[in-house]
Nanobody, 122 residues
Framework: QAQLVESGGGLVLTGESLTLSCKAS????????IEWFRQAAGKEREYLSA????????YYADSVKGRFTVSRSTAENTAYLQMNSLKPEDTAVYYC???????????????WGQGTQVTVSS
């Protein structure tokens, strides 16, 4: 059964960078899309970015465009989210999920990883 496992979260200071990993177990097909969301305390899950596994095509929410970079390694079966210039408002639990088509709706995600906490301190 396919699973996603996130790692790389932690506590950083404002302006610092962090790279999250999302490792897929089981085969990831070229048609799959790995998407990144985050959920701050008391808020809804928010779309951040997506990457097409086959072509590497990348997509971003306006809120993170220019600061976050999504990538993937097909050899390692892992997607990454590099986050630069972090702000306290970026504090949230970050999730990766697999989808069959591009979506910004968390309800369309087939399954999620367990999430990883990112805390940005001022």
């Amino acid at each position: 059964q396919a699973q996603l496992v996130e790692s790389g979260g932690g506590l950083v200071l404002t302006g610092e960078s962090l790279t999250l990993s999302c490792k897929a177990s089981g085969r990831t097909y070229s048609s799959h899309i790995i998407e990144w969301f985050r959920q701050a305390a008391g808020k809804e899950r928010e779309y951040l970015s997506a990457i097409r596994w086959g072509t590497g095509g990348r997509y971003y929410a306006d809120s993170v465009k220019g600061r976050f970079t999504v990538s993937r390694s097909t050899a390692e079966n892992t997607a990454y989210l590099q986050m630069n210039s972090l702000k306290p408002e970026d504090t949230a639990v970050y999730y990766c999920g697999r989808a069959r088509s591009l979506t910004q709706n968390p309800r369309d995600i087939d399954f999620w990883g367990q999430g990883t906490q990112v805390t940005v301190s001022s």
